[in-house]
DNA sequence: CCCAAGACCTGGCGGC
DNA sequence: TGCCGCCAGGTCTTGG
């Protein structure tokens, strides 16, 4: 479910309910995640005061003192603020309780999510250490992405795919950027030329850019409210559209497969 | 080191 | 309706 702009969206969205607060309980009803939350979570964090919410890759790090806990949200998962009680569903998982009476609920009907105590310095977590640059920070950029591609064979779409190389880029937007930049996803990676690499990593930074930027009107008001999560809010341009016709040049978008995972492109104006 | 495939889960959909 | 196979936005782990 959630990419980079949606994680970052629920992070914006929950981060002032959070920060501040002190935590009243963790329930955790079903520890069986991605991995087992930890047991001794629940007595880390209790009484604990959030200094703050930030974001790495597609992971939440929710730190208190004395370190970090470290939540994904996998390909099904959502948090949501909750005003006082609600009774659970059956894939509510996990309730984290503040001072002021606020709940925030995890909910994951397929359980790839996960939710971990990091340590003191998080990024050093064995899940956070060896993750490639931030995409929209200082240091993506395409001599990055050049050096990182260069000598692969495999397609370009699931090299830029690997949290390795950058983080932060899922499926649809693979696609998407792919798109923007005119590069076809099967391109072997290595067959990049530096400019196409410059148009892709900008490409990559506009498409999450804008995503976060459109997703900050429809997701909030999932996170604080009733309505439904807006993961196709965005004007996909490709993913998707097997079918249709391309909003650029007019060619038929085409359904193709890197590894297991659907990839989307017009052959019209993508080399 | 590189790459492909498998693994973890549940739910929704189309087809018969 | 019911069952079956396939698909889904992630990413770590394994095996060649």
């Avoid at 948090?79 to 909910?107: E, S, Y």
């Avoid at 064995?126 to 920070?137: F, I, N, R, W």
């Avoid at 696609?175 to 099967?186: N, W």
């Avoid at 996909?236 to 391309?246: E, T």
């Amino acid at each position: 479910m959630p990419e980079l702009p949606e994680v970052e969206t629920v992070r914006r969205g929950l981060a002032p309910h959070l920060e501040g607060r002190r935590i009243a309980a963790l329930i955790v009803r079903q520890p069986r995640l991605r991995w087992p939350v930890p047991r001794t979570l629940t007595s880390r964090l209790r009484g604990q005061r959030v200094q703050k919410l930030e974001r790495r890759a597609k992971y939440l790090l929710l730190y208190v003192e004395g370190g970090a806990a470290l939540w994904h949200l996998g390909m099904s998962g959502s948090l949501r603020v909750l005003a006082g009680d609600a009774p659970p569903g059956k894939h509510d998982h996990v309730d984290l309780l503040l001072d002021d009476g606020k709940r925030i609920r995890f909910t994951d009907p397929r359980r790839f999510g996960a939710l971990l105590w990091a340590g003191a310095h998080p990024h050093r977590h064995k899940l956070l250490a060896k993750l490639g640059p931030e995409p929209l920070g200082e240091d993506f950029d395409g001599a990055v992405l050049h050096a990182g591609l260069s000598g692969r064979r495999i397609a370009v779409k699931p090299a830029i795919m690997d949290s390795h190389l950058v983080v932060g880029v899922g499926n649809i937007y693979a696609s998407e950027a792919l798109h923007r930049a005119g590069l076809r996803p099967g391109r072997r990676a290595g067959s990049l030329s530096r400019p196409a690499c410059d148009r892709l990593a900008t490409a990559i930074r506009e498409v999450l850019a804008a995503a976060i930027v459109s997703g900050g009107t429809t997701l909030r008001d999932f996170v604080d409210g009733d309505g439904q999560p807006g993961y196709f809010a965005h004007a996909l341009q490709v993913y998707g559209r097997a079918g249709q016709l391309c909003l650029r040049c007019g060619g038929t978008i085409r359904l193709s497969r890197h590894g297991q995972r659907a990839s989307y492109h017009c052959p019209g104006c993508q080399r």
